[in-house]
């Protein structure tokens, strides 16, 4: 059997293809933007999707299988295809903090939106503070086409409970333990973006103590829910 078309590897090539599904339900992306990608468990590997192919085109098999350089597997399914141009950000995210089992990119319209002002989303309310820890932070201002984002991701995140970061002037990056983790941080973070905003046009926002974010951020990582398995931070 080829090293690329294990039984991990088909099973991420799976869950990677349907996952991209809820980007399109949430409304987190338009056209061919955005992408998801997981990690393959017990492998050097990741899956990610193809380079500029509809979302209603894709499938398992045309998913991209790459190493942790984020260079494309020969030989295996999907590889005459280019991988997404974001796939040497995933790789040095991947490479950098071993617990991210996956790594979801968008530009969803409000938390772009605070990214175009390189604004954080400050925590006012309840629900930040479940999901994130706290503020929703800022990346720097980093060109696409190498590994400079995926420093900027790493950088920021590193140490810090947020799963996602507003990179300046591009989008949103969210990590995961696995690639559904990172999807739903991406759609929190977008519907927390939504609603700051929405609050702010009314006045002043109100902040939450910091001793009630940790309160919160606690029970929802750990208690909250059939079977919580706690945060990356």
């Given at each position: ?6 039984p991990?590897v ?23 933007g ?33 190493t ?116 739903k ?15 702010r ?33």
């Amino acid at each position: 059997m080829s090293r690329s078309e294990t039984p991990a590897v088909r099973g991420t090539r799976e869950r990677v293809a349907a996952l991209h599904a809820e980007l399109v339900r949430y409304g987190l992306v338009v056209w061919t933007g955005g992408n998801v990608s997981g990690r393959v468990p017990g492998e050097d590997l990741f899956v990610i999707k193809p380079s500029g192919v509809d979302y209603a085109e894709l499938a398992p098999e045309n998913m991209i299988v790459c190493t942790l350089d984020g260079e494309v597997v020969p030989g295996s399914l999907g590889s005459e295809r280019s991988p997404s141009s974001d796939t040497a950000a995933h790789a040095y995210v991947y490479r950098h903090m071993p617990d991210v089992g996956g790594v979801v990119h968008t530009h969803s319209t409000y938390a772009t939106a605070w990214a175009a002002r390189a604004e954080p989303i400050p925590c006012v309310i309840t629900a930040m503070a479940d999901e994130f820890g706290g503020e929703i932070p800022v990346g720097p201002f980093a060109i696409i086409g190498d590994d400079s984002i995926g420093r900027g991701v790493v950088a920021t995140l590193s140490g810090h409970r947020s799963r996602a970061v507003l990179m300046q002037n591009h989008g949103v990056f969210t990590i995961g333990r696995d690639a559904r983790d990172a999807v739903k941080a991406a759609v929190m973070a977008e519907d927390v973006a939504r609603t700051v905003h929405i609050a702010r046009q009314g006045g002043p926002l109100v902040a939450i103590p910091e001793k009630a974010i940790d309160s919160l951020f606690d029970r929802y990582q750990n208690v909250y829910g059939q079977n919580p398995e706690g945060s990356l931070a």
